[in-house]
């Protein structure tokens, strides 16, 4: 129906200035005025500079003003190096000059303490009366080469290039700056966070994605504002351009010092290493890496798999590289029995017979290249690592140039390492014209094929939209909510075994029961309707961990042991904590299996990603291993088996020292069973159940412990995630007046194909009324936008029909919200041959629905005057038109919600 764009305060100006002025321009040596002045000069910026300062006249030979109000002319951008004091009122002066962007360098707000927060307060606030977006404070500024444009402190500029550079830390900037100089590295931008008060990485995120000259983001990250923003813009990236993410903070202390550098929240590593997965992205833990993964992933080269093939002509190498791929978890590829007969044939007697490929130091140039192309053509085989190293009758520059004839054919990437300097330069300048990765160590050709095959897996975590909980076994949502709001209403927030027990029941997970005694002969009474032997726990809201108390007995094998335990037990915790409410005991049948491997599952709410969920090694161990892979919920059965796949105990669980192999299917429900948990009762906050016993029957809780919060009620449903589940309460049937049935539903990623059909089904004229421009053809770009959506801040709805061979999209209505937050802008399109039956009105009825759901003020569209039939629907749904002032074609819709 119309073509969208983002509305509110725009970045773009910030990046695509014509015009800037300097505040605090200088001539004083060495002052942040000075150099950032000269830098815009030297750089050759092609639009017009103003210095602004009233101690000058003049500034390195420009004219200069006493504010940006005796310009007498808009800019498009204030670089701002005052003291931090002045800054408010530079923003002042700048609102009532029409600046629409700045970038903030000075120093001395929220990292200097309580003083700082509150002038960072007055400057936003100031900011967003005069809807102005700025960078920073306290940050190194931004580059744009393409445009000459150097807002920085730094002293190198940036050579143009499709690599765009995002990083919190001003020093990370210059450090990488100057490793990519001598490299020919180039960026389409540098932009240096800081603190970033008003524009955070969501924001910039978005702008990348959206520019043409970027083909790679690479982020540098101590901290986050808004993890849910964030998250969203993160995957919204990685789906059309590689994100490759550095993370400082490993480790606890270090975190500590990230907080206090820029205040923003930092989270548990493992959980961010959770969620860059799920997002997506490719995480690197150092620098070299960083620009080594950037280049390979910008160089287009992707691999279907994590399974490579090392050929080289010299064994030690071969064996280094082989050894750098164990390290990072990833299998050496087995090669088949045509593929060792084909290199038996072409090889001398005395090559390696497997992976890695050792064709021998005296191998011809032929002989190389038809090793790596009988690797490349065996099916069990997703990349080969060619590996040179000169030796005294190895031509390398006839070798490589035989493996890029072989690897011009192949529709699978070769990696190459040709070792040495002077004997390899005329090679590598080869492989870097036709587009072949090529390093000077294996261990960064393995490090540049772990990313690739990391980026690979990570993508398709990121195409998985579980919805909040499974059709078939519905919870029961209420009798747990019940269950919480009652411990709540009476002011605890630990729930004891009896109730934890119970809320796991609730979502259906297996427990063993414990039944609570409050007297000997009740207990008793209870120990002969379980039978012997059984276990008996202490009953007290006091104790967390009952074998600190020494709280627990075990074997319990008659009635006369019962009663003497039951004295002891409590007896023992009165004398240990003489203040503790002491309820009783509870009995558990003893639960014994054979086969039972202990684990540990459970829920913790990270400061940045919120609610996440943990598997990993259970029992006594936990202490000792630290063994837990994370997920973010919500999850799905692939997720979940992934999940297991990075754990200690996944290799417990196959068949081991006798035991069968463990119910893994059964260990996958579980999972699931507490993503629903987590999706659906906001108020846990943390949750453990230890040990989980797995056998080859199945699994069960023994034991669990719950902590619950309370929740404002004015939350957002699944606020508490950092990943919107798939919105499965909005699909619903439909009947047109002439009785056909519809399906109306969220769009999901599976619907790629079904989209494009539409798409490319539609005429010239509705995708003209619909993208405001001939649109010929659909990208992938465009198809994965459409339809691999974060429900959290977009949503489209389409109407299916269901027929003998398959599903058919016949419309589809989405809305976008806007950067504010509180508007979004719809657009709408029915297929030509379903026109006129009233499609339209539904689903746009719906989506206004949705809108008001997710608490939206308003609704715009941009409608071209000549598409009658959506002017008259919107006026029927109460829509107000106005005259658009950027394009006479078209009349801007708005409705207020």
Request: glycine fraction near 8%.
């Amino acid at each position: 129906m119309h073509h969208m764009r983002a509305q509110g305060p725009d970045i773009a100006p910030i990046f695509e200035a014509r015009s800037i002025a300097v505040v605090g321009a200088s001539e004083r040596p060495g002052s942040l005025g000075t150099v950032v002045f000269q830098n815009l000069i030297e750089a050759g910026f092609e639009g017009s500079i103003h210095p602004v300062n009233p101690k000058y006249q003049s500034v390195q030979g420009h004219n200069c003003v006493g504010s940006i109000g005796q310009l007498g002319k808009p800019v498009d951008l204030a670089v701002i190096v005052t003291p931090a004091v002045a800054v408010p009122k530079v923003l002042e002066d700048c609102g009532a000059g029409g600046v629409p962007g700045a970038v903030i360098l000075s120093a001395g707000f929220r990292e200097t303490g309580p003083a700082g927060k509150a002038l960072e307060a007055t400057v936003l606030e100031a900011a967003q009366r005069h809807s102005i977006r700025f960078i920073g404070p306290n940050c190194l500024g931004v580059m744009r080469p393409d445009i000459a444009l150097n807002a920085t402190f730094s002293q190198s500029m940036a050579k143009p290039g499709p690599i765009a550079l995002v990083s919190q830390s001003g020093a990370m900037c210059t450090a990488m700056l100057d490793w990519a100089a001598p490299r020919n590295i180039g960026f389409s931008c540098v932009i240096s966070s800081g603190i970033a008060a008003d524009v955070d990485f969501g924001e910039i995120l978005d702008y990348l994605v959206m520019d043409p000259d970027t083909k790679a983001i690479m982020l540098y990250v101590e901290g986050v504002n808004d993890p849910r923003r964030f998250m969203s813009a993160l995957r919204a990236a990685s789906r059309v351009k590689p994100v490759i993410v550095m993370k400082a903070g490993r480790y606890a202390e270090g975190r500590k010092a990230a907080v206090s550098h820029t205040g923003a929240l930092v989270g548990s590593d493992d959980v961010f290493d959770a969620a860059l997965k799920r997002a997506g992205v490719v995480r690197v833990h150092n620098y070299v890496n960083f620009f080594a993964i950037a280049e390979t992933l910008h160089t287009g080269v992707r691999t279907r798999g994590p399974r490579l093939v090392i050929v080289t002509n010299g064994g030690g190498p071969g064996v280094m590289a082989a050894d750098f791929l164990i390290d990072r978890k990833l299998p050496l590829a087995s090669l088949s029995a045509e593929t060792t007969a084909a290199l038996d044939e072409l090889l001398p007697s005395a090559w390696s017979g497997g992976n890695p490929v050792d064709v021998l130091g005296d191998a011809s140039a032929e002989q190389y290249a038809g090793a790596v192309a009988a690797c490349l053509r065996d099916p069990a085989v997703d990349a080969v690592l060619a590996i040179v190293i000169p030796q005294a009758m190895t031509d390398m520059t006839s070798i490589a140039e035989a493996v890029v004839e072989t690897a011009g054919d192949a529709r699978k990437p070769v990696f190459t390492c040709w070792m040495g300097d002077a004997s390899t330069r005329e090679s590598r300048r080869l492989f870097r014209e036709r587009g072949i990765p090529t390093y000077g160590t294996p261990q960064a050709a393995v490090d540049a094929f772990a990313a690739t095959a990391a980026h690979r897996a990570n993508q398709e975590m990121l195409l998985q939209v579980p919805e909040p909980f499974s059709p078939r076994a519905q919870p029961d949502r209420e009798g747990a909510t019940l269950l919480i709001q009652s411990a709540l209403s009476q002011g605890r927030r630990v729930l004891d075994l009896v109730e934890s027990k119970a809320l796991l029941s609730a979502f259906g997970i297996p427990i063993v029961r414990s039944i609570p005694a409050h007297d000997p002969v009740e207990a008793l009474a209870i120990a002969e309707s379980i039978g012997f032997p059984l276990a008996m726990k202490i009953h007290s809201p006091a104790v967390t961990h009952k074998t600190d108390v020494d709280g627990v007995r075990l074997g319990i094998a008659g009635g006369r042991d019962v009663q003497t335990t039951y004295r002891e037990l409590v007896d023992g915790v009165a004398e240990m904590l003489p203040n503790a409410e002491i309820h009783g005991v509870l009995l558990e049948p003893m639960w014994h299996s054979a086969n039972g491997r202990e684990l540990m599952l459970g829920v913790v709410n990270d400061e940045l990603f919120g609610a996440v969920i943990s598997v990993g090694l259970g029992g006594t161990m936990v202490e000792v291993i630290h063994d837990r892979a994370i997920g973010l919920p919500p999850l799905n059965r692939m997720l979940a088996r992934r999940m297991i796949d990075d754990t200690r105990a996944a290799r417990f669980l196959d068949e081991f020292r006798g035991k069968a192999a463990a119910n893994r299917r059964a260990l996958e429900d579980v999972i699931l069973r507490l993503s629903e948990m987590v999706c659906e009762l906001p108020w846990i906050e943390e949750l453990d159940i230890n040990p989980l016993v797995v056998d080859d029957q199945g699994a069960i809780a023994l034991d669990a412990r719950v902590v619950v919060r309370t929740v404002s009620a004015a939350a957002r449903e699944y606020s508490h995630l950092a990943i919107h589940p798939y919105p499965s309460q909005l699909a619903a049937g439909h009947q047109l007046p002439d009785g056909t049935r519809l399906t109306i539903r969220p769009i999901r990623p599976e619907d790629a194909s079904l989209e494009r059909e539409f798409v490319d089904g539609l005429s010239d004229r509705s995708r003209y009324l619909r993208f405001m421009y001939a649109m010929k053809q659909i990208t992938p770009q465009m198809l994965s936008r459409f339809t691999q959506i974060d429900y959290d801040r977009e949503m489209a709805l389409i109407a299916v029909t269901g027929s003998d061979d398959g599903e058919r999209q016949i419309a589809v209505a989405r809305y976008v919200t806007n950067p504010d937050g509180r508007s979004a802008e719809f657009a709408i399109v029915v297929a030509d041959d379903w026109h006129g039956r009233g499609i339209a009105t539904e689903l746009l009825r719906r989506l206004i629905d949705v809108a008001r759901d997710q608490r939206l003020e308003t609704l715009d569209g941009v409608v071209l005057k000549e598409n009658k039939g959506m002017l008259v629907l919107a006026r029927e749904l109460g829509f107000k038109e106005q005259a658009s002032a950027d394009d006479p074609r078209t009349v801007l819709i708005s409705l207020r919600l």
